[in-house]
């Protein structure tokens, strides 16, 4: 259990220099937001989030797991991250990679920067010039997504498992795997117009929902399995990026 909310300026500076203390929140109960905190090697889930769309409690595992299970396992992987990197398990401010790691890593993540900037920020509408995805500026955010979507459905599976149960069950005409992936997207809905899109594309981290969705599936190959698309397509490409 954490203890006392850090969640304004006065607060703030009250701790700064003084030694990390894990029970403080950076994040209001009421947010709608889960929050990865590098300094102290911890991950917040607010109450605000435990609720539709993200969290239904009356929903099969399938449909949670897609959803608040994603976001939970999008968080996760920041701990590995660049960022995450130079902090160690305790918070402090310590490199624990090597140099190969970073390479490595560094050689994996620019397939997605590739990726993702071949995306449009938006359908054009007819009268704007294209924009694309910054698919540098949005590169933690789309691997975090990436890993978060393969982190949820082996937990999935695993907890499916458990009950002897397993993805390929049916439910209201979809199997268990397609309501994972038809939840991780319906989170992701939003309804955005062309010019706030684009604006939001070009200093934004996090790319549009659309692209989102689309990033993620396509470099997990179990959606394509799960929907019996064609090798070979946008969504189940030969060759697709992976990172975790």
Known sequence: MRGAISTNWIDRFRISGKPTDGSHWDIAPATVETLYLRSTNSLDVPAGIIQLLFFDLVADPSVNFGSIG???????THGFDE???RFDGKGNLREWQTADDHRRFAEKT??????FGNFEAMPDPGNLPLFKVNGKLTLAENTADNGGLRIAFQALTEALAADGKSTQDSLDRYSVKQRFFLSFAQVWCENQGARSARQSAAADSQSPGRSRVNGAIQNFDEFGKAFG???GTPVYPVNSCRVW
């Open 70 to 76: 994603a976001v939970v396992g999008h968080e996760l």
């Open 83 to 85: 960022l995450g990197s």
């Open 110 to 115: 620019g397939c997605e920067v590739a990726e």
């Open 229 to 231: 698309c064609t090798r």
